[in-house]
């Protein structure tokens, strides 16, 4: 168990609806990363929280959006779903705000399939 | 663009052998780099990781190579075991702290008992 939280853990959904994914950091963590990972490929970098601030934006398109809270958790909003966004949503925590030399903590994901 | 390549989606190894999982990059700004696993339904857990001064890091069971003129490192697992059937990932951050980790699409380690 990495201690961080997502939900839900699966969910489907039609083209063009809205969906809220939810993260809650280990304990004591102050950043948050989003990550998704496509059939057969890599975890690709969406975008970075610190104590509430975006501090990096990856490949995230302008249909997502996401946002920290004072209590630390996360949440990634994708609107006007398209089949190309089911995917696997990974977030992540970690104490510092770098994510390069400390490791991340991962949460289970949460699955995403859009009919 | 895939910056960090993993270009052997699955590997089977025999338990107590060897396992070699490897990893190419094209960025030569990376300079740290970062193994992590991934079992069924689980997230990715860190494993070990190496910086770019260094051209090999142990860990147990677990040793990390790293060659920067061929821009590509590899993982040993000695000797394998059942357990260490997963997904393994290759990733690099550039510089080293950086706020994002680049990933390779991952290796399916098979250990046959």
């Known amino acids: 168990d990495s201690g961080v939280t997502q939900t839900p853990k699966h969910l489907i959904t039609a083209t063009g609806q809205r969906v809220t994914l939810r993260c809650s950091p280990r304990?004591?963590?102050?950043?948050v990363y989003w990550y998704q990972q496509s059939l057969d490929q890599g975890l690709q970098f969406l975008i970075q929280y610190y104590n509430g601030e975006e501090r990096a934006k990856g490949n995230i398109l302008e249909r997502f959006s996401a946002q920290q809270f004072p209590d630390l958790h996360s949440e990634l909003n994708l609107s006007s779903l398209e089949l190309g966004d089911s995917a696997l949503y990974f977030c992540a925590s970690s104490l510092r705000q770098g994510a390069g030399t400390g490791e991340l903590f991962f949460g289970e994901g949460s699955r995403l399939t859009v009919l | 663009d895939q910056q960090v390549k993993q270009n052997s989606p699955s590997l089977s190894v025999q338990e107590g052998r060897i396992s070699i999982l490897n990893c190419d990059y094209t960025n030569s700004m990376f300079d740290y780099f970062l193994w992590y696993k991934k079992y069924p339904a689980e997230g990715p857990t860190f494993l070990i990781s190496?910086?770019?001064?260094?051209d090999k890091n142990e860990d147990g069971r677990f040793t990390v190579f790293l060659n920067k003129s061929a821009k590509h490192l590899s993982l040993h697992i000695v000797p394998s075991q059942p357990g260490d059937s997963a997904v393994y990932f290759c990733?690099?951050?550039?510089?080293?702290?950086?706020?994002?980790?680049?990933f390779g699409t991952g290796t399916r380690l098979t250990v046959i008992p």
């Open positions: 304990s004591g963590d102050l950043s």
């Open positions: 190496i910086s770019s001064i260094k």
């Open positions: 990733a690099a951050s550039a510089p080293a702290g950086a706020n994002n980790l680049f």
